[in-house]
């Protein structure tokens, strides 16, 4: 099953997807112009998600937040259910008071699989069943009661996300959100700034300040989550484009490119053109 609705004049795309045999997205080529963000669940048994060229166990029962950017493909798509859409149906930059969830949720260099109890399976699904519902509804209410599902969505999985990686409610707080403000600061800058002093500036911080709040929260430095960062988008250009790594170096804001060979190489333990060589063998 595939629902879509469409906005033609604002561009607003609102996807769901259930048992679909051919879900996949390819950033880089046929997906470009398509900057879907994702919510799919695993309904079957474990499964393999490859992520950017990286194969994942994707567990029984778990949802998977994606980014616009990031290209995938699943083991068993009859198993999933996904929701997708884009920033003109739905923006949560924009509405992040509403639903608390960019920089946690989307913006951030790891993936989250979030676990599932009976409780949350039943509340998801329900929603899933009147995402159908209203998406077979075509009336002058249909649009504004499918942003409210959707944001109810993100807000259900988000709570479900904090529970099982800041369990403690004492830590989600005005420093959570500064995390969270630090990885988007990161998502939109990295291509150009690589120091942590950048980062800590635009959140009026100092830089140990910000690294002791990373501290506290069990998180990689602010420094590891920045290099991390350019990483895989490095990756994700030698992976699916024919970019030289001369231009990828300038792409990612270097400007030796023997500097950004020995900084890949610290990283990966392979040359630009040892990952590209190895990704062509696989």
């Not at 960019?102 to 509340?123: D, P």
């Not at 420093?175 to 009026?204: D, M, P």
């Not at 501290?215 to 024919?242: G, S, W």
Request: charged fraction near 20%.
């Amino acid at each position: 099953m595939k629902l879509l609705l469409t906005d033609p004049n604002s561009g607003a795309h609102l996807l769901l997807l259930s048992g679909e045999q051919n879900f996949d997205r390819l950033f880089y080529s046929k997906d470009r112009d398509n900057k879907y963000f994702t919510i799919v669940w695993n309904r079957g048994e474990q499964q393999k998600v490859t992520i950017d060229g990286e194969e994942i166990d994707f567990p029984a029962q778990t949802i998977l937040p994606l980014m616009f950017n990031q290209s995938f493909f699943f083991e068993r798509t009859s198993n999933l259910i996904a929701w997708q859409f884009n920033r003109e149906f739905y923006c949560i930059i924009d509405h992040d008071s509403e639903v608390s969830c960019v920089g946690f949720l989307f913006g951030i260099s790891r993936n989250l699989f979030i676990n599932l109890s009976e409780t949350a399976q039943q509340k998801i699904l329900l929603l899933h069943q009147m995402f159908v519902s209203e998406m077979n509804t075509s009336d002058n209410v249909q649009n504004d009661m499918l942003v409210m599902l959707l944001k109810r969505l993100i807000i259900t999985v988000t709570q479900l996300a904090k529970s099982e990686y800041i369990p403690d409610p004492k830590m989600q707080n005005d420093r959570f959100n500064t995390i969270r403000k630090f990885n988007l600061l990161v998502e939109g800058n990295f291509h150009n700034e690589h120091s942590v002093n950048f980062y800590a500036q635009q959140l009026n911080k100092s830089p140990k300040t910000l690294s002791n709040l990373f501290a506290i929260f069990n998180q990689k430095t602010p420094i590891q989550i920045i290099q991390e960062r350019i990483i895989i988008e490095a990756k994700r250009l030698l992976y699916y484009t024919d970019k030289s790594a001369k231009e990828i170096t300038y792409e990612l804001g270097f400007e030796d490119p023997a500097y950004f060979c020995n900084f890949f190489k610290k990283h990966t333990s392979y040359s630009p053109i040892g990952f590209r060589n190895k990704k062509e063998v696989l």
